[in-house]
Structures are given as structure tokens and as C-alpha cells.
């Protein structure tokens, strides 16, 4: 089993900036993967941005020069940082884990992106 904590989330205006981050229950170099998902109203749950046991990275088009994910490991972390925030980035966004071929989500964290 495998909880996934999620802070970071709120109300900020257009062109700023938040920091999400995720906490896991187990060690992160025991899980595969780790990445955030969103999910707007009326819309599928996509993937935003994801990073290995490894350390490697990818980040969606969408949102490519823009967000970045990082972890620190000594804080057991995964974080998203989200600059230039536009109205179309308001969602829910999720922490995701994949580890041991299961998939583990967050209870979702808030972003409202105010125009």
C-alpha cells in the first residue's frame, strides 16, 4: 500500500506562481515513477509532468517551459513547480505513483488560475 500527501494548491492571479508538492508513504526510490495529473471540469485527467526512481523527467508540451518537477530526496518529496500560471491551467491536480506494476493517487490538491 502506498499514500500519497498532497500540498500546495490555492487562488493566484494570472502570470504567478505555485509550488505543489507530494509526500509518499514508502521511500521514494522504491516507487518507479511518481508525476502529477489534472483534471479541469469537463475534461480527461492528463498528465502534466512525471519523474523516474531515476531521475529522469518529462514534462507535457502544454506546460513545458513553465512547470518543472523535482524531488528531494532527503525530504522523502516530489514537487511541481508551476510559473506563468494562465486561467487554462485551473484544475485539480493529483499526485500519481507507480510502483510495483499499481498506480496510486493523491486526494488532489486545487489550482484556480484567476484571469
Known amino acids: 500500500q502506498l499514500q500519497l500527501v498532497e500540498s500546495g494548491g490555492g487562488l493566484v492571479q494570472a502570470g504567478g506562481s505555485l509550488r505543489l508538492s507530494c509526500v509518499p508513504s514508502?521511500?521514494?526510490?522504491?516507487?518507479?515513477?511518481m508525476g502529477w495529473y489534472r483534471q479541469a471540469p469537463g475534461k480527461q485527467r492528463e498528465l502534466v509532468a512525471a519523474i523516474t526512481s531515476g531521475g529522469v523527467t518529462n514534462v507535457s508540451d502544454s506546460v513545458k517551459g513553465r512547470f518543472t518537477i523535482s524531488r528531494d530526496t532527503a525530504k522523502n518529496t516530489v514537487y511541481l513547480q508551476m510559473n506563468s500560471l494562465r486561467p487554462e491551467d485551473t484544475a485539480v491536480y493529483y499526485c500519481?505513483?507507480?510502483?510495483?506494476?499499481?498506480?496510486?493517487w493523491g486526494q488532489g490538491t486545487q489550482v484556480t488560475v484567476s484571469s
Open positions: 514508502r521511500n521514494i526510490f522504491s516507487i518507479n515513477r
Open positions: 500519481n505513483a507507480e510502483r510495483l506494476s499499481l498506480t496510486y
